[in-house]
């Protein structure tokens, strides 16, 4: 079995992988890689898998085709958000104009992967009807509860992407998108400029990465908010060291 | 005087051009430049005026540096829609992987470029509030007027860049974005799939090209709503022929 792009065997999906004794070539970039295949090619500075696999495919001599290209191409343009991100590097660019070059589908690919279903847009309105800009504009929240999915028609899984849309503010160095679940609420962070998310994820008893972090709090909306809005005013505080002249 | 990515020499912003005797030199990739300056460099061919300007710098030996490097990958990501529309070309993602090298700050200018000012989200609201959807989906349409401008804080230019977002519903094959000016309305009309924007748009007494068209109708919303559905039946009955299953 060739296990492409995954860092643990066992989470292959679709395929009861505990039936299989066969042998097992894992080729990937996670720097969370198990490495427990029996043939590994792991390289966590690479920017796409799909980077190494074209490395591969040249090691073996074989020419790159079409039906190659464009799923390559897909695969470093999902990882490199469309060559937006900064793990892009001059041999991502170089790469991709190979895998044109070999005919890869570059605009059908965007063309599909930027189409939007209805949910997008009813789910967008109910985040950006509930959408607070706090302390000048530097933090950005927006609300999602039951009842506004239901009024969406969408799924709790489609709300995470829109923390990015609050990301993009403007002044913004926090945005939090607060999925209230009723009886608890789960908070996803992202900063910049000088802000961790990860400490207000912290002292809310989640975890993650200084830029993107979450946290869950077993409590009702005002509450669980109560405890946030602290744990936001206590990180500007400190981001805010040494003191930034006051508006 | 060095003229940049500007079809016509009058067109300069923020400089009295009719006072200016000396000679121009002209560089620009548009297909309509007026080919008026004392020295020309056009080529419609290609994707970015700043590939060409990375042409000129060779031809003169002058070396890459993170100065000229920068503001040559904004243009490139501007005309291309960061690498993402059909004119990119093996040769435009070589050019940046050299433009990368020399220090171009990729990232910084993403960041900068995915700003969003408040308005935008205020606007944003405001047209998915008006959003419809017609003939199963295949016709998107929103519309801005005066009120909702006022509400949410913004410019009639600020509208503009919201008929790409109806553009990219699923399944659509028409957008319309609707100014509604009270005593006459505005059609800027997005296509794909065999559906002409063009075609309805000279319908409507204007123009444009078959994927992107525009028309102004003087006339109140109600009467020129109406016009536009008439036109939109048509293009539809036009574009389906051959006949295709109805649902």
Chains 1, 2 share one sequence.
Do not use: C
Request: proline residues 6%; negative net charge; without cysteine.
């Amino acid at each position: 079995m060739l296990d492409v792009d995954n860092n643990d065997f066992s989470r292959v999906g679709g395929a009861d992988m505990a039936a299989f004794s066969g042998p097992v070539v894992n080729i990937d970039h996670h720097g969370t890689n198990l490495r427990r295949a029996d043939a590994l090619l792991v390289d966590p500075s690479q920017p796409a898998t799909a980077m190494m696999l074209v490395d591969v495919l040249d090691a073996l001599n074989v020419p790159l085709t079409e039906a190659l290209a464009t799923p390559l191409l897909l695969g470093m343009i999902t990882d490199t958000g469309s060559f937006q991100f900064s793990n892009t590097t001059p041999q991502t660019l170089r790469t991709a104009a190979r895998l044109l070059e070999a005919g890869a589908r570059l605009n059908w690919l965007n063309e599909q992967r930027l189409q939007n279903p209805p949910t997008y847009y009813t789910l967008l309105r109910e985040v950006l009807n509930s959408m607070e800009f706090q302390h000048d504009g530097q933090v950005v929240l927006a609300r999602v509860n039951e009842a506004m999915l239901e009024r969406a028609g969408g799924n709790w899984e489609d709300v995470d992407p829109y923390v990015n849309m609050l990301r993009n503010a403007e002044g913004g160095k926090l945005a939090v998108l607060i999925k209230d679940f009723g009886d608890k609420v789960k908070f996803s962070l992202r900063s910049r400029g000088g802000v961790s998310a990860q400490n207000i994820a912290v002292a809310l008893g989640g975890g993650g990465h200084v830029p993107a972090a979450g946290a869950t709090v077993e409590a009702p909306y005002a509450e669980a908010r109560e405890l946030l809005d602290q744990a936001v005013i206590a990180e500007l505080a400190r981001a805010q060291t040494p003191p930034q002249p006051q508006e």
